[in-house]
């Protein structure tokens, strides 16, 4: 809390002293109205002028008494005084009947209405030296009005030769501590040595010259600032002793104060102490700080209310809380936002402090003003981060929670309204991303933004979770509601328009397409964790319905991720009890001959049984548990290759591995393998790696760059379940592949289904053009077998030869068939 307090060494007497002060001999009362007409003149002024008791001149000839060259000095005073509030002191001399003249200290004060404003001016009238008064008279007189007025005015008279002749209690002790045996002491001996020189000769001139006197010295006994008033007479001169000492260090700490005020970076206003009625206290003080930041003069300030720096944004509230603290005479510290003359708003840390006087009553009050514009600023901007999208401006993950999970309550205790939630992911947004670069990514979720601000009506909210994904929620809260489905399907469709029209890019036009999933809430909400993964689900849905859809969640479609997320649970946990295995199917080429196996995982659970491949693999891929797996999986598969290789009948054998598009898009998979290879010892060509055409999906270029390291090493690729997939002629020929592989959807019904043997001839006719290989698995016929051959295929996989066998039946078998020789036939292996 700061204080600022100044006091006056001299302040006009009130209205209660005055009446005291009438009734004492040589003083004065009187009071004029705000036009200076003379409102009253007591019987002592009346004295003073040489008229009878009872006498008051005309209202208009209030200025008439004082002489006329120092009546201008008089009237600028009052009208000062009515005009600003400002008192004065002077000393002048008044004109009595008959010509007489008399110096007169002439003190006036305003008189204020309940309003603050000034309706008069009231004073006294103290004559000071009376033109011709004997020494002794003038003495009895200087004696009464220095008891009337109870100012312990020092009182001095001094000789032609400025020796004393007369002293009174309180001259004593301000000029010696005390001691009255000092007449006849010269008057200056008392002063600094360095004053002497200097008093002497300006009292010996005011003595010479019949002169008055008026300076300022400190005294050599107690070091006081002493004030000097000297007034000549026929004895000599008389002098007025005033200490002037706490006035003059006020001063000065008033003059360092307000200089080290002008000097503060905040802004201070001090303002007097008036009503808080319209138009409250007025500026009576601003500093330099002020003007700098607000625009405004010193001169277009005074006199008026801080309510000028008000705007329409100020804060109501925090009026209010200023008011009643005043109102209370308490201070108060409020933020608070100004406005500067060019009404620019900013905010400022507002500290008002009440001002008061000795007598322990109010004055002024003064307001500090730090400005925080920058401070606040940076809040708002740091509550805007925390709650919205730095990128496409809409509300964030913690936005749209919040706004939610009220949503919900309310729907939950009144059942205001039901609402739908809309998931919203971009199709294949990782392509543009990875072919075209971030920034322009970065301008399509911009336009994406846009583009559904305006699909949802004034209310519903739009916000973005991170990366492509959006999110919509309708709260249907218009006078005449529809039904949230209703709702929901018509706002969905006009996203997937909206979505689905181009995208004007820098040098691009792009096209793109998105997936949502909905859900609704109402009567019997969820929680809103619940309804996230609810929505989330549902555009999954769309994504494996084709994408570009539209999909509504339902109870079946939870039960079936409930099972997903426990299958993946129970395949963790299998995966730390080591209860996965792989299996091998061989592969063979012409007259039945062993070129290679595939390596399989497989799992046996407990209470499932055998779980294929075809369910615990997409829940190992979407947990990235296929990523520890796979390098599990390479390691047994180079092992083996190892263990072949120090056998002549079959270290021609090869060992085909399955590489899931999360693992082959790892980034140390190439150094991977690698590593796997040296520690094992083998021929990089024994290891074949099988990649599914999903890897052509995107990242086109980052797959044919691992590709290129892969065949650079020598190590086989393999595309699997050719035809199927993503593949495309001119992602073909740019592929370092060395065999394609017919699915097995082809091979089942290549004797029935004329387009499945054209697609299969196809492949191979391909795979040739191409220079590849090919192998088609899934055979189980030998009918199956000789159609591929005759086309041209003359490698294959399946039950035809043998089922997938774990590595010590695959051992026996091998010795069963002494390794390099032909494969029996069916009905010698089973099928």
Known sequence: ???????????PPTSDLLQLIERSAFVGVWSVDAALRCLSW??????MHGMPAGYAPPAEDALRHFVPEHRAEVEEQLRRCVEFGDPFDIEVQIEADGGRRAWVRCIGQAVRNADGTVSGVEGLLQEIAPAGYPLDTLLRHTVSMGGALGSGEAFVTVDHEGRISFLNEHAA???????TTLLGRKIWSFFQKRARLALEERIRHALENHEMLELEERDAQVNHCLELRGFPFSGGLALHLRDVTARREAQQHLRLLEGSIARLNDIVIITEAGPFGEPGPRIVFVNDAFERRTGYTRAEVLGRTPRLLQGPDTQRAQLDRIRA??????PVRVDLINHTKAGEPYWVDLDISPVWDGARRLTHWVAVGRDITERKTAEEKIQYLAFYDPLTQL????????????????????????????????????????TLGHAKGDMLLQQVSRRLRGCVAKGDLVARLGGDEFVVLLENKAEKPLDPLTAAKAVSHRILAALGEPYVLPG?????????GVTLFGKGASSVNELLKQADLAMYQAKAAGRNAVRFFD???QAVASAHAELAADLRQAWRDGALTVEYQPQVGEAGRMTGVEALLRWDHPARGRVEPSQFIPAAEETSLIIPIGSWVLEAACAQIAAWSARPDRRHLSIAVNVSVRQFRHPDFVDEVMTCIRAAGIEPSKLKL?????????GIEVTVAKMGSLKAMGVGLSLDDFGIGYSSLSYLKRLPLDELKIDREFVKDILTDANDAAIAGTIIGLARSLGLNVIAEGVETIEQRDFLARQGCHQYQGYLYCRPLAIGQLEAFLDETKGTAAIPEPSSVGS
């Open 395 to 434: 509300p964030n993950r913690q936005h749209l929670l919040d706004r939610l999970q009220v949503a919900m309550q309310e729907t939950l205790e009144h059942g205001t309204h039901e609402g739908a939630l809309m998931f919203i992911d971009l199709d294949n947004f990782k392509v543009l991303n990875d």
């Open 1 to 11: 809390m700061q204080f600022i307090h100044a006091e006056r060494s001299h302040l």
């Open 690 to 698: 099988e990649l599914t055409e999903s890897l052509l999906a995107d």
């Open 555 to 557: 109870p079946e479609m």
């Open 42 to 47: 007591s019987d002592q002024l009346a004295a």
């Open 508 to 516: 691009y036009l792009h096209h793109s397409t998105c997936s949502i």
């Open 173 to 179: 002790e301000l000029l010696d501590g005390g001691d």
């Open 325 to 330: 603290a005043l109102e209370q005479w308490q």
